[in-house]
Antibody, heavy 121, light 109 residues
Framework: QVQLQESGPGLVKPSQTLSLTCSVS??????????WSWIRQHPGKGLEWIGY???????YYNPSLKRRLTISLDTSKNEFSLELSFVTAADTAVYYC?????????????WGQGTPVTVSS | EIVMTQSPATLSVSPGERATLSCRAS??????LAWYQQKPGQAPRLLIY???TRATGMPARFSGSGSGTEFTLTISSLQSEDFAVYYC???????????FGQGTKLEIK
């Protein structure tokens, strides 16, 4: 079955750009009409959807992050990525990548294990 | 933005008993609602989608109900592995938005 694995730096300085990658195994990222999302969880808090990229490359972002966010697809590597610019301490969180359940884009399954990111100088 | 409110924040239940968790939406989401289970240090896991459909492999003791703005997750007979945090999540078609409730922590009584 499809498995997702996040990777990226655990520590980012304020005002810099956070870059994360989600590697997908067990299936092709460019087939199946799926939506590929990033979701984050602030320490001890709930979950916040960040944005998605469709298998075709189209994207939709959380309006609260839109100005700082880019999500892209690399089909040759079977992975998708997140770039969040001008980070602050408020971006400290565990970042998860996830696929939608069945191609309709409604629900998230499966998820990656998550990668913690701290924004600090 | 649709706001999802879960209650209670913490629920203490004894093993073998029934647990009932609630989720309310600030406006109708029809049945575009999911429940997730999250254990410490793990990613959330999909339990229920479309308000009442169990995800693949989820035990039958988990059931979901509701539509519109009021939803319920019921765990019929709590097992030790069920003590976790549960989140509800809604999906809105356009613009596409996904919002989660703040979670209910289910703890052993």
């Amino acid at each position: 079955q499809v498995q997702l694995q996040e990777s990226g730096p655990g520590l980012v300085k304020p005002s810099q750009t956070l870059s994360l990658t989600c590697s997908v195994s067990g299936g092709s990222i460019s087939s199946g009409n799926y939506y590929w999302s990033w979701i984050r969880q602030h320490p001890g808090k709930g979950l916040e959807w960040i944005g998605y990229i469709y298998y075709s490359g189209s994207t939709y972002y959380n309006p609260s992050l839109k100005r700082r966010l880019t999500i892209s697809l690399d089909t040759s590597k079977n992975e998708f990525s997140l770039e969040l610019s001008f980070v602050t301490a408020a971006d400290t969180a565990v970042y998860y990548c996830a696929r939608d359940l069945n191609g309709y884009g409604y629900y998230f399954d499966p998820w990656g294990q998550g990668t913690p990111v701290t924004v600090s100088s | 933005e649709i706001v999802m409110t879960q209650s209670p924040a913490t629920l203490s239940v004894s093993p073998g008993e029934r647990a009932t968790l609630s989720c309310r939406a600030s406006q109708s989401v029809n049945t575009n609602l999911a429940w997730y289970q999250q254990k410490p240090g793990q990613a959330p896991r999909l339990l229920i989608y479309a308000a009442s459909t169990r995800a693949t492999g989820m035990p039958a003791r988990f059931s979901g109900s509701g539509s519109g703005t009021e939803f319920t997750l019921t765990i019929s007979s709590l097992q030790s592995e069920d003590f976790a945090v549960y989140y509800c999540q809604q999906y809105n078609n356009w613009p596409p938005t996904y919002t989660f409730g703040q979670g209910t922590k289910l703890e052993i009584k």
